[in-house]
């Protein structure tokens, strides 16, 4: 199986709320449409120091990740960030990776989402068995 990218929004959930308060205008809500890299051996979403300036995400925290490389690297957790795809969203957090590195879309919001990869067709779909929202298990 190649590559599997996928279009996502996202958005500055901080302005959300504050336009949803009347604080800002909707039409000053910062997001941004990208292609991201379907990692399903990555947790989180990360994004790029580029985009988290675009979208003024503020820095929550520093962890360290582990890259595809095996080095060890600290990087800022930021958001909140609203990430959609298709007819799905979820609220979340990205590590920032350096410079202009390649957005990853994790498991966590892939699960969140409800979202499956088809490999015949490498893509990116919603669950066929639940195509109009999202379904958990909470057991």
């Given at each position: 199986m190649g590559l599997i990218y996928a279009e996502i929004e996202?958005?500055?959930?901080?302005?959300?709320?504050?336009?949803?308060?009347?604080?800002?205008?909707?039409?000053?809500?910062?997001?941004?449409?990208?292609?991201?890299?379907?990692?399903?051996?990555s947790y989180m979403l990360a994004?790029?120091?580029?985009?988290?300036?675009?979208?003024?995400l503020p820095i929550l925290e520093t962890r360290k990740a582990q890259l595809a490389d095996g080095s060890?690297?600290?990087?800022?957790?930021?958001g909140p960030i609203e990430l959609k795809f298709k007819n799905r969203r979820t609220l979340t957090h990205a590590m920032v990776l350096p410079a202009d590195s390649e957005v990853l879309l994790g498991a966590i919001p892939l699960e969140d989402m409800d979202v499956l990869i088809d490999p015949l067709r490498q893509q990116l779909i919603v669950n066929p068995e639940h195509p109009y929202f999202a379904q958990m298990k909470m057991k």
């Amino acid at each position: 199986m190649g590559l599997i990218y996928a279009e996502i929004e996202l958005i500055n959930a901080g302005d959300v709320e504050m336009a949803r308060r009347n604080l800002m205008d909707v039409d000053d809500v910062k997001r941004i449409r990208v292609n991201a890299l379907v990692d399903t051996g990555s947790y989180m979403l990360a994004i790029n120091e580029s985009i988290q300036e675009q979208l003024s995400l503020p820095i929550l925290e520093t962890r360290k990740a582990q890259l595809a490389d095996g080095s060890i690297k600290e990087c800022d957790v930021v958001g909140p960030i609203e990430l959609k795809f298709k007819n799905r969203r979820t609220l979340t957090h990205a590590m920032v990776l350096p410079a202009d590195s390649e957005v990853l879309l994790g498991a966590i919001p892939l699960e969140d989402m409800d979202v499956l990869i088809d490999p015949l067709r490498q893509q990116l779909i919603v669950n066929p068995e639940h195509p109009y929202f999202a379904q958990m298990k909470m057991k």
